[in-house]
Every structure is written in structure tokens, then in C-alpha cells.
């Protein structure tokens, strides 16, 4: 939501101002120079990009609009899940939860949580490394090294898709030069039309380099950022879940591992202590 606020306030801005001066708006539709650097820019994040990161890509860019981002609350569910199923597996033994880690949509835990069960990637990357601690074979520390390795994984898979929105975002000027360039070469082929003639064209290549500098700092430079943002986030969110799973491997109660990990938590979503006690007191309730 605060994305499409955003752009509505840089187009608005740019409106507004173009108004205030009295802009011919009519000057500005040069669907030429739109078709230019749009195109030109789509094709030169084809060229330098596989096609796995171009449908990141798109992801990414439909997830930046999406409401659907990691909130406190989210927080506090994920740490009370893990918090009853480490209880369950303190009480009735570790092999106990085996069911709930093989099926987690069918746990009467893990199900709770929906943001954690509609994840595909975060519910495999929780099983998946509880499947290896129930094996009962692997040590706390070399655990956390194969947790580390597919975290880096995660990381070297996505950031190419930030970076590519980056690149595509610091093209756009100049395209917008070449779409110009363009218009001007247009231009002096029909220098012999008139003054008037002359500066309409003039003024149409000239919106090629002002699309293509809004473009850029207005709008897909700022996507790029948030991408990369979002990347972070979620980076943080399969951190919390690592230091879990290894606070309780490491032989810590469930509540001591929750808390380990709630401090793992970015400031702006971590629920206090209390928060959290709270919250898991209330519904075992």
C-alpha cells in the first residue's frame, strides 16, 4: 500500500508542478519516446538477465504492491508455534512431532500459523531442518552450519533480482538521452518547416529525457530499493527460525529458545518479552 502512495505522490508531484507552470500536458504524450526507453529498458534486462531472474523479477515487483508483508504478529505466532511444538516434543519425546514436521497443513500447531504455512519455501526450510534434528545424528553446531548454507544459498539466488531492477533503473537516463537524441535527428530533417514546427519537436524529443529521468529516480530506482528491503526482511525471518531450531538443539527449554530468537528480530517487528509471554499465556488459556 505505501508503495502505491508513494508513486501516487512522485506523479503527483511531477502533475502538480507541470500544472502550476502552466505545462501543456498534451506536449508530454510522446507515446514515441514512452515506446523508446520503456522497451529499450525491458530489452536490456532481458539481454543481462537469465530467465529465472526475469520471473523473479516480476515476482518481486507484484510483491512490492502486496500487503502481505512479515508484521509483529507474525512474529509472535511463528514463535508461539515453534514454542508448542517444542513442548510437545519436551513432553512426549522428540520422535512425538514427527507427523507435525512430515505434514506441517495437517499439524494442529504449524497449521495455526498461516503466513508460516502458505510460505512453501519457509515451511520446507523449517521441516527440512527438523527432519535432520530428529535423525538425532548431526550435532547443534554442524546443524547450524547446514542452516547457514542454505540461507547463503537464499541470498545468492535472490539479490541478482534487486540488482537487476538497479541497473535497469540507472539505464533509464540514458535511454531517455537516446530517445532525445532521436527526436532532435527527427527534427533537423524538417528544420525547413517553420519556428513552430521546429520547437514542437523539440519539446517532444526533450520529454525523452525527462521520462527517462523520472523513471529512474522516481520510480523504478525506488522499487529497486524496496526489493532489496523486502529481501532483508525475509533474510531476518529465516534467521529467527534458525536460531530457534538451534537453541533447542543446543539442549535450551522451548521458552529460553523462543526468547533467543525473538532477539534476532528487527526492532520494528520484535514483540517485547512480555508481549510475548503474554501471548503464549493467553492462548494456551
Not at 229 to 251: P, S
Request: charged residues 20%; glycine residues 8%.
Amino acid at each position: 500500500m505505501l508503495v502505491i502512495i508513494g508513486l501516487v505522490v512522485v506523479m503527483g508531484s511531477v502533475v502538480a508542478g507541470y500544472t502550476m507552470a502552466h505545462g501543456n500536458f498534451a506536449v508530454l504524450l510522446q507515446w514515441a519516446e514512452f515506446v523508446t526507453i520503456i522497451g529499450a529498458a525491458v530489452g536490456s534486462l532481458i539481454v543481462g538477465s537469465p530467465i529465472e531472474v526475469i520471473k523473479k523479477v516480476i515476482t518481486a515487483l507484484l510483491g512490492t504492491i502486496k500487503s502481505d508483508h512479515l508484521h509483529k504478529q507474525d512474529y509472535l505466532d511463528i514463535l508461539k508455534s515453534f514454542n508448542d511444538l517444542f513442548l510437545a516434543a519436551q513432553r512426549d519425546g522428540l520422535l512425538s512431532i514427527e507427523a507435525h514436521i512430515e505434514k506441517p497443513k495437517e499439524s494442529s500447531i504449524l497449521s495455526r500459523n498461516k503466513k508460516f504455512i502458505d510460505n512453501e519455501y519457509v515451511t520446507n526450510y523449517f521441516c527440512d531442518t527438523m527432519k535432520i534434528l530428529l535423525t538425532g545424528s548431526v550435532p547443534p553446531h554442524e546443524l547450524e552450519n547446514i542452516i547457514d548454507t542454505e540461507i547463503e544459498s537464499f541470498e545468492m539466488e535472490n539479490k541478482p533480482v534487486g540488482a537487476a531492477v538497479s541497473k535497469m533503473g540507472d539505464a533509464l537516463p540514458g535511454l531517455g538521452i537516446v530517445a532525445a537524441v532521436l527526436g532532435i535527428i527527427i527534427t533537423m530533417s524538417s528544420i525547413d518547416k517553420g519556428a513552430a514546427y521546429v520547437g514542437l519537436h523539440v519539446a517532444a524529443a526533450l520529454v525523452g529525457t525527462f521520462l527517462g529521468v523520472l523513471l529512474s529516480y522516481g520510480i523504478v530506482g525506488p522499487l529497486a530499493a524496496k526489493i532489496e528491503h523486502d529481501m532483508e526482511v525475509k533474510v531476518r525471518f529465516l534467521m529467527t527460525i534458525k536460531a530457534c531450531i538451534v537453541a533447542y538443539a543446543k539442549g535450551n527449554p522451548p521458552i529460553i529458545a523462543v526468547e533467543i530468537a525473538r532477539r534476532t528480530i528487527f526492532s520494528d517487528f520484535r514483540p517485547s518479552f512480555s508481549e510475548l509471554e503474554n501471548y503464549m499465556r493467553t492462548k494456551k488459556e
